[in-house]
């Protein structure tokens, strides 16, 4: 398999040279080649130290260049300025990978940077691969291969997780055993030189050791590039990330960290999204969910059902449900009628079913059991408090036992902690997740449910419009001649015409006479706008008006409007007035951003007009290009759906034509990369139809 | 002290009757005898039991009536039926305070109920205290009394604890044994027959053994009691709490497990908010919280100081603080001055303070003595990662040496699990909360900061507005008598004015002519509305015209408005239209709501106009009266705050004016509590004033 072998010299390595080995126990130069010593490594091993023969019973080599054979892979740690010429050392026996733990170099200003750039641009000559510098290591628990700083290997599992930052890693290390989790792979990915993150994510996804990978990150290197791993490696196994940096203080804390600029927050929120990637805030959430992928099956809805033995409990799960948007199944007319025989009279038998507290075993088991075959249940929750009649341990044994049976997911959450620790110890020894209250159960469930229809989703539409493409490429690169960054109205109008766009019948008048010649054949009623190549904010400036209904209206308009601006803004040229059909009256007004993301490219944005869509974060985002299915999420996410779907008896906006405008503006994004923002605000959406009313252009 | 008085009996028993005390190991009976007479309890136990001469050693009675003496707490552990009984024993020996564990009674349908409900009435004829049935029992460790069925007692501490659900109970106090929580009291409300949640707090209020309560509600009783004892509990200390059932499936549960209908949900956080109550969502949280009240000085202000071996966490905890609401702290020049010196030069001097991966605990130390001297810093949180040259046991002690130097609260977040394991029990030891993820110190944090404020808010100024009250009274109490539910438009204005809210001038018209006179003598442009008693909803009936200008258009709409309003409701009897001043032009639309509220009473919310404020819920939610800090509080915290603010150069509202008819109508709802419901929709707001130009208000 290509993409496995591209990694093998980094991952499974039959052999390693460790440069800079030392005989110093304090040294990272000698923990490192202890712990791939003491972790089972069964590769050969050669330490590279001058001034040392052997260390810790291995023979030593005095450069790269004395090595017996090329190493699979070189492990570097030395002092920053000696880092480069180890590297060329290990080219020239040539080296498959090579890891480098020593720091120093862009974290540290320009000359560490100018040291790195050095040595990407060596491994890219020389075609070997560079994780690091700055990184704490890797691990590999299939190989035994503990080629980290850190103290302790992980324990072995399904779990691949990665980390932008070492720290992290030493922590998640020390806490994974603390709860007993198992690894497959661990990389500290460390400045990133060349191995991106894109990369590490594309290795796990190939990797058969891996069913669920996790990373920690603070910045995206190739936006582009690492969604279109994410989004090929998602459809095989979940991705579940943390990405630092996602308000104002954590980026301005980021940059000052790693010196990298971040892309947009909205950017990188709509990349994830896309690419199917699972987004959470902080690290607990990404244990959670972790633990819940790696060792239950997805959930084929999101029906979940509970099962208590105490009220309270029961309804912090149900509070929790409906928050996260899970739905508390129906337990099915069987299932009831089991239940009422199964259980004791005061036993509440719809979800959250109560068993009430003085429940043994046997009633969570018969329980669970008619659960279990209910089809109106996609998930299983069990509560348990430890109550003086509680099981604990048999209980468990139940709930064991009757997930063998099913192929839904089973959670359970046990309450406390000294008397339910054996019980729970049995849970996840079993494999299943157990927590220690409802909210993470339900928050793991939920991206469960999200990532199983991530998978199921229907098929990428590629929707192709018809456009004048000539056309529009005339008028825009007219104003890139003459370095007119914001196009006129009649211009944005004009490319808005070519790709199809639907806006409102408009002729630009030269005087008043013209703007009521050009009203009569428009239509009344009409609409006024100044038209100027050096107005920005027509409508601060009072330079529109609307819904002008006689001739009279429209030349009055017309003399109010330009000598109104001409009094505002005495050195502007006005070109005249667009006139311009009014839209239907009771539509609904929603706006179509697209700006250009550093590291993402170009980035939509949908929402509601007027300010209260950025007061209140309601906008959706999406990266063009878009497909039908994007389109199609943007317009329902919004809170403010409501709106468009219709209150107090309005008929719903007719959503095809508003798709139809996002998959248009997304098509010119593509087609026209010097687009560096658009504005379609207002967009008038009635029930039967869209109409851009007006639109701002503008191209670098 | 004759709050702590009242309940003595109860908590601080000299002697105690256990009905039901039991020889047989497993029954409930004989554990709690056991616990009460394990736990070290120095005052007199009475086993009552028609069939021993003997229980556990100590001398067993037949009955009530042959005791000794008057105990001061009978706990009552019998079957159902023969719970009464057992009271009216108790109660001719003049007991003090009652405990009935025995369950079976409102939960379980209506006979228990009415069986509930003599026992009340006997507890309040009796003057004795009746705390559950269905109680889990109390435990008060200043007296090391542990008089419940749970099978440990939980550790001494400052924590008062009371729940309404005995599983939860169990659960937390398995949970705190393994945590190392300490309680002073701990309750099991059970179904409060008679012993409320109000009754309990207020008792734990006065107790100078609990420093912080924390409690567990599934309804309140009297919610009007609830806040006032809770409004002069949260004086003095923490009270935090978990309301569950806030969402409507958590509501369905609660009242399937209960019985009791719940209040609104935005009554319920309202009451919370304006009592000083801290509300959280999960019981982590609740830990979490009551950890860092319990041991640490609140907070002056909202400025946190991170320190950091690693910038990951930092970044994690940066973003966690801006998402809260909280603000880094900017250091002090001198501080910076100071840690220039003690740090290498890549350290980071701004906060997050970033001191290295490589820091030992003295680096730690440094940086914290100057982080503690800095006045601008009101809060300080250390981040360890367990990097290899992380000196965990000593940077505890570094942490706990230097909070003994300063007022400042200070917070610990060692990540991981095992490595770091030595260096968090020695901080909890010393009364330093240690997190494993900078997410719940942040949390902690943010709650003290409130507290803080609430205890340090403004005297709540009592505003009372010129009223025409007699001038309400005759057109409510008119309306009242020929059972008119809603009032009438020109009703409405009127109570309106006898209020003096801002009206615009209105006439009602019968006719065309009269609309266009009206409109003459009010000044143009006026708007047009029908009255009729048998229409709701004009707007959707067309029932209104705006910004008529002229004569003509005035007499054009009342001919139109009146038809159509005839041709769509035949049968209706139309009195005319209102004929009123338009508002000004460029204000901002607010809503005011006024409803009652089952449990809590009057209900007032404050919103933007339009449908976005429900569908988004922003809405700002208080119970009346209201002070003026409600007032201000209730316009400020909308999300859509902004928009009043003033956006795009618009000059803010007249925020006194909206302040002022919030008040009034807080007023209008104290004097009259026969209005059911009110709605001042809209309400225009400029820059110079408010003007309510349509209100409804309904009567019961």
Redesign the interface.
């Known amino acids: 398999m290509q993409p496995v072998d591209r990694f093998q010299a980094l991952f499974n390595p039959h052999s390693i040279a460790v440069v800079g080995a030392s005989r110093h126990q304090d040294k990272?130069g000698h923990?490192i080649t202890a712990n791939i010593q003491g972790s089972g490594y069964r590769g050969k091993l050669f330490p590279v130290n001058p001034k040392a023969a052997e260390i810790l019973g291995l023979r030593a080599y005095p450069s790269p260049a004395d090595l017996p054979e090329a190493p699979d892979l070189g492990i570097i740690i030395l002092p920053r300025d000696q880092v480069l010429g180890a590297m060329e050392e290990l080219a020239q026996v040539k080296v498959g990978a090579v890891l480098v733990i020593s720091a120093g170099f862009r974290?540290?200003g320009r000359q560490g940077f100018e040291l790195e750039t050095r040595m990407a641009e060596l491994a890219a000559r020389k075609k070997f691969i560079l994780l690091g510098p700055n990184s704490l290591g890797l691990v590999n628990t299939a190989m035994d291969l503990n080629a980290s700083?850190a103290?302790e290997p992980p324990a072995k599992g399904n779990i691949g997780f990665f980390?932008?930052?070492?720290?992290?890693c030493?922590?998640?290390?020390?806490?994974?055993?603390?709860?007993g989790f198992g690894f497959s792979k661990f990389v500290s990915l460390g400045n990133k030189a060349a191995l991106s993150e894109a990369d590490v994510l594309e290795a796990m996804g190939d990797d058969p050791d891996t069913k669920v990978i996790i990373g920690?990150l603070?910045s995206v290197e190739n936006g582009r590039e690492f969604m279109r791993v994410a989004q090929r490696v998602t459809e095989k196994k979940p991705v579940i990330m943390?990405k630092?940096?996602?308000?104002?203080?954590?980026a301005?804390?980021?940059s000052?960290?790693?010196g990298s600029v971040a892309g947009s927050i909205e950017a990188g929120k709509a990349a994830f999204a896309q690419a199917g990637i699972i987004q959470v805030?902080?690290?607990?959430s990404l244990f959670d969910l972790a633990r819940a992928f790696s060792c239950q099956p997805l959930p084929k809805g999101a029906n979940l059902t509970v099962v208590t033995?105490?009220?309270?409990?029961?309804?912090?799960a149900?509070?929790?449900?409906?928050?996260a948007g899970l739905h508390?199944a129906t337990p099915s007319a069987a299932t009831v009628e089991t239940l009422r025989e199964a259980l004791p009279p005061?036993a509440?038998l719809?979800n959250?079913i109560?068993i009430i507290?003085d429940a043994g075993a046997d009633r969570y088991r018969a329980t669970l059991e008619a659960v279990a075959r209910d089809q109106l249940t996609d998930a299983i929750m069990i509560l348990l408090?430890?109550?003086?009649s509680a099981q604990i341990t048999e209980t468990a044994e139940a709930v064991i036992e009757v997930s063998k049976t099913t192929d839904k997911p089973v959670f359970a959450c046990f309450?406390?902690?000294?008397?339910?620790?054996p019980g729970r110890n049995m849970l996840i020894e079993a494999g299943i997740p157990c927590y220690?209250?409802?909210?993470p159960a339900v928050q793991a469930l939920t991206a469960m449910v999200a990532h199983h229809r991530w998978r199921h989703r229907p098929w990428s539409v590629e929707v192709c419009f018809r456009r004048d493409k000539g056309k529009a490429d005339k008028i825009i690169g007219e104003a890139q001649r003459i370095h007119l960054s914001e196009l006129s109205q009649p211009q944005a109008f004009d490319v808005a015409m070519a790709y199809e766009l639907p806006v409102p019948e408009s002729t630009l008048a030269r005087t008043s006479d013209q703007a009521a010649r050009a009203a009569k054949k428009i239509g009344y009623p009409v609409a006024l706008k100044i038209v100027s190549p050096h107005i920005e904010g027509r409508r601060?400036l009072d330079g529109v008006a609307l819904n002008l209904e006689t001739p009279a209206e429209v030349r009055a308009a017309f003399r109010d409007i330009t000598s109104r601006v001409m009094r505002k803004r005495p050195g502007a040229y006005i070109s005249g007035c667009l006139v311009q059909a009014m839209g239907p009256k009771k539509a609904r007004e929603v706006v179509i951003r697209l700006r250009q993301d550093a590291h993402f490219g170009p980035l939509m944005g949908f929402s509601?007009a007027g300010?209260?869509a950025e007061?209140?974060d309601?906008i959706a985002w999406r990266l063009a290009p878009l497909t039908l299915q994007d389109a199609q999420e943007m317009v329902r996410e919004i809170?403010?759906f409501?709106?468009l779907r219709g209150?107090?008896?309005e008929p719903p906006v007719d959503f095809g034509a508003i798709e139809d405008i996002l998959l248009t503006v997304s098509q010119m994004a593509v087609d026209f990369p010097e687009i560096r923002e658009a504005e379609l605000n207002p967009i008038l959406l009635s029930e039967d139809g869209a109409l851009v009313t007006d639109l701002r252009l503008t191209v670098s």
């Open positions: 990272l923990i974290e540290t700083i103290l980390s932008q930052s070492g720290a992290l030493a922590a998640i290390l020390d806490w994974s055993l603390g709860e920690y603070e943390i630092a940096g996602t308000t104002q203080a954590g301005r804390a980021t000052s960290h790693t805030n902080d690290v607990e033995n105490s009220g309270g409990p029961g309804i912090l149900a509070d929790a449900c409906e928050a508390l005061y509440s719809y959250p109560d507290g408090t430890p109550t003086a309450m406390g902690d000294e008397r339910i620790g220690a209250y409802p909210e601060a509601m300010p209260s007061i209140l309601d809170k403010s409501p709106l209150v107090r008896g």
